[in-house]
């Protein structure tokens, strides 16, 4: 197995074994180190001008068991001269605190004001026409992604019965297969390219259930099975997994939602709030 330090050197010493194909891939990722850590297997595809299979058996030859691996590699070799920064916002050990929150502060302003850049109205238009028509609403992700379905589905459900997150991937199976074309799923996803996602979105086309993702990568295997994509700004490398500025896009994009459903039926979402205060002012001292 390839260790995190040689990837670059073992990219050089393989190269003239590659295929044709796996070398647009190698003179790529040679070329801009920095830049492949935050990129989608389909992205990666895309720039090489290869198909995904390629870029997958070109990981596969260097010794890594896939293309996140491979990733993870060459964040440990570093960008040039210095390692990956594991932290968001490049802090660093020798800032001060207030330098340190200042850095973050500005890495969560870009993630929300680069999301909104790519917000698309129409799409936000036709998910809450979605949202609105759907009996049920799935609100579903896997591990980082699940707290933010918690959270979607706890927003909604303050305005609208019908909202219920579901996290365990077993869970979103079972909950999957008895959906109808009258049932939509908001599902996160950073990557969109989580295996127990493809399955579940596959299973949920087959059911002509609507789907909205909301996902970093509008080409990952994710979105080209959603009817809606909803795309997330700030990039996140791989020692930076679940980082709160990659959140922030999708609390974002997560709020213009709940707002654009409610506002279409202001005095109803009024009045169903007022119910759930009542129901919850007994539960404050």
């Not at 993870?72 to 570093?78: E, F, Q, T």
């Not at 918690?150 to 079972?174: C, G, K, M, W, Y």
């Not at 799923?185 to 493809?198: E, K, N, P, Q």
Request: proline letters at 2%; a negative charge; glycine letters at 6%.
């Amino acid at each position: 197995m390839a260790t995190y330090g040689d990837v670059f050197t073992k990219i050089n010493r393989e190269y003239y074994q590659l295929t044709s194909a796996e070398k647009k891939i190698a003179d790529y990722i040679l070329l801009q180190r920095q830049e492949c850590q935050f990129m989608s297997i389909s992205e990666m595809a895309e720039v090489a001008e290869v198909a995904e299979a390629t870029v997958s058996r070109f990981c596969r030859r260097l010794g890594y068991k896939g293309y996140s691996a491979f990733k993870l590699a060459v964040a440990g070799a570093g960008a040039g001269q210095s390692p990956m920064n594991p932290l968001y916002g490049e802090i660093v050990a020798e800032d001060s605190v207030s330098e340190m929150c200042r850095k973050l502060c500005a890495a969560d302003v870009d993630a929300i004001t680069q999301t909104l850049a790519m917000i698309d109205p129409a799409a936000i238009t036709a998910s809450a026409d979605m949202l609105l028509a759907a009996e049920r609403v799935l609100c579903m992700g896997l591990g980082g992604s699940a707290i933010l379905a918690r959270e979607a589905a706890h927003l909604f459900s303050t305005a609208l019965p019908n909202f219920h997150s579901v996290d365990d991937s077993h869970n979103q199976a079972i909950r999957t297969a008895l959906l109808t074309h009258r049932d939509a799923i908001l599902y996160f996803s950073y990557s969109g390219s989580t295996r127990d996602m493809v399955d579940l979105l596959k299973m949920a086309r087959e059911r002509g259930v609507g789907i909205i993702l909301i996902t970093r990568f509008p080409k990952s295997p994710g979105a080209a099975l959603a009817d809606i994509v909803l795309e997330c700004g700030a990039k996140e490398g791989p020692l930076q997994m679940g980082s709160v500025a990659a959140r922030m896009g999708q609390l974002f994009l997560t709020d213009v939602l709940f707002n654009e459903v409610c506002r279409r039926n202001m005095e109803d979402c009024r009045e169903r709030r007022k119910q759930v205060a009542d129901a919850l002012v007994d539960k404050h001292l």
